[in-house]
């Protein structure tokens, strides 16, 4: 990753390059705070990076349900679930070296299996993969 100070700054960028307003706004700067207070950028770059991967999956489920002409639709939903739980688990491993309430809120609120769950890690995953686009951006542009 680039030389890149993640904090809040960085996420107003990143709203205001993708023109965008993040859902999960309080949960992408508890997880960039504990990021660098335990030096874990690749861990984050990698988390963010299959986010990105996952969304584009989720994409290709909405194309291929109108085009009969995708064939392997199954397939793309066995990546969409190994990328989901792939997410799920670097979010753990991110937050397993912090003991605070707001890590174990994370925690429950996107890891624990569960619809509601299910729907919150769909919106960070959004979220993520919009800080990828601005971090690939900032790379383009260095």
Not at 52 to 72: D, P
Not at 82 to 87: F, G, L, R
């Amino acid at each position: 990753m680039i030389d890149i100070q993640l904090n809040e700054t960085f996420l107003d960028n990143a709203e205001k390059f993708t023109e965008r307003k993040f859902t999960q706004r309080e949960t992408l700067s508890e997880l960039i705070k504990i990021t660098n207070e335990y030096n874990q950028v690749e861990k984050f770059n990698e988390l963010i990076f299959t986010a990105k991967y996952a969304n584009g999956l989720f994409r290709s489920i909405k194309i291929g349900q109108s085009n009969s002409q995708i064939s392997n639709l199954e397939q793309i939903k066995k990546d969409i679930t190994d990328s989901i739980e792939k997410v799920s688990s670097l979010i753990k491993e991110i937050l397993s070296k912090e003991n605070s309430e707001k890590a174990d809120v994370i925690k429950q609120k996107y890891t624990e299996i569960g619809q509601a769950q299910l729907g919150q890690l769909i919106l960070l995953i959004d979220d993520l993969d919009q800080l990828k686009k601005y971090l690939n951006h900032l790379k383009r542009t260095s």
